[in-house]
């Protein structure tokens, strides 16, 4: 009876800290104007959009694309995104990142180089708690500003009772919790394995982790 008691309460535990983590979820910021660089994670069409748009209306002195596909050129990717001219003198890609944790040192080695302290983080919104929280992990003395986008393949209106979002937001709840104990205690956090279940169709010249 006592473990019966135990495994209600920890499954109980768990789904609260399930709704708080969806209600939670980061809204886009208003205030821009600070922003240094631009950091947009591959792993949907929107993801770019939203990046390549805020930074060639003047967001950030510089852009960097992580986690690119090593077959794919600045040139497919401006034509992808619908870059302009500010893509063609300021746009980085950067191609080692394997996973999140690898964008977020792609990120930092590029933060430093270009002496960034205030970093706006482009990727799905589902996405951004993880990535934002490994994003400060290896770099705590910057300012890391998310700026979520909704990708159409997982609609957060009514996830209660969509299988495809409950799937997506769930997995990704419990790769922040991982991620949450890894970094306390010091340790790297490898967490994706192949792409994301819900825009890897969106981009699959850029995509290579969620």
Same mark, same amino acid.
């Given at each position: 009876?006592?473990?019966?008691?135990?495994?209600? &309460?920890?499954? =109980?535990?768990?789904? %609260?800290? +399930?709704?708080?983590?969806?209600?939670? $979820?980061?809204? #886009?910021?208003?205030?821009?104007?600070d922003v240094q660089g631009v950091v947009?994670?591959?792993?949907?069409?929107?993801?770019?959009?939203?990046?390549?748009?805020?930074?060639?209306?003047?967001?950030?002195?510089?852009?960097?694309?992580?986690?690119?596909?090593?077959?794919?050129?600045?040139?497919?990717?401006?034509?992808?995104?619908?870059?302009?001219?500010?893509?063609?003198?300021?746009?980085?890609?950067?191609?080692?990142?394997?996973?999140?944790?690898?964008? &977020?040192?792609? =990120?930092?080695?590029? %933060?430093? +180089?270009?002496?960034?302290?205030?970093? $706006?983080?482009? #990727?799905?919104?589902?996405?951004?708690?993880?990535?934002?929280?490994?994003?400060?992990?290896?770099?705590?003395?910057?300012?890391?500003?998310?700026?979520?986008?909704?990708?159409?393949?997982?609609?957060?209106?009514?996830?209660?009772?969509?299988?495809?979002?409950?799937?997506?937001?769930?997995?990704?709840?419990?790769?922040?919790?991982?991620?949450?104990?890894?970094?306390?205690?010091?340790?790297?956090?490898?967490?994706?394995?192949?792409?994301?279940?819900?825009?890897?169709? =969106?981009?699959?010249?850029?995509?290579?982790?969620?």
């Amino acid at each position: 009876m006592l473990l019966k008691r135990i495994a209600i &309460a920890i499954v =109980a535990l768990y789904v %609260a800290g +399930f709704v708080v983590f969806v209600i939670s $979820l980061p809204g #886009t910021p208003h205030n821009l104007k600070d922003v240094q660089g631009v950091v947009a994670l591959t792993g949907g069409g929107s993801r770019l959009d939203a990046a390549v748009a805020l930074f060639e209306k003047g967001v950030g002195e510089r852009l960097l694309i992580s986690g690119v596909n090593p077959q794919t050129t600045k040139a497919e990717l401006k034509k992808l995104s619908h870059g302009k001219a500010r893509f063609d003198c300021c746009t980085d890609l950067g191609y080692a990142a394997e996973d999140t944790f690898g964008n &977020a040192k792609e =990120a930092a080695a590029w %933060a430093r +180089f270009h002496h960034y302290k205030r970093i $706006l983080l482009v #990727t799905a919104r589902y996405h951004m708690p993880r990535s934002a929280a490994e994003f400060r992990d290896v770099m705590p003395d910057a300012a890391i500003i998310p700026y979520p986008v909704d990708p159409d393949s997982v609609r957060l209106d009514g996830w209660w009772y969509d299988l495809r979002a409950l799937r997506v937001l769930n997995s990704e709840y419990v790769k922040y919790l991982a991620v949450s104990v890894l970094t306390t205690f010091g340790l790297e956090p490898g967490l994706d394995q192949g792409a994301p279940p819900d825009e890897s169709e =969106a981009a699959p010249q850029t995509d290579k982790h969620s």
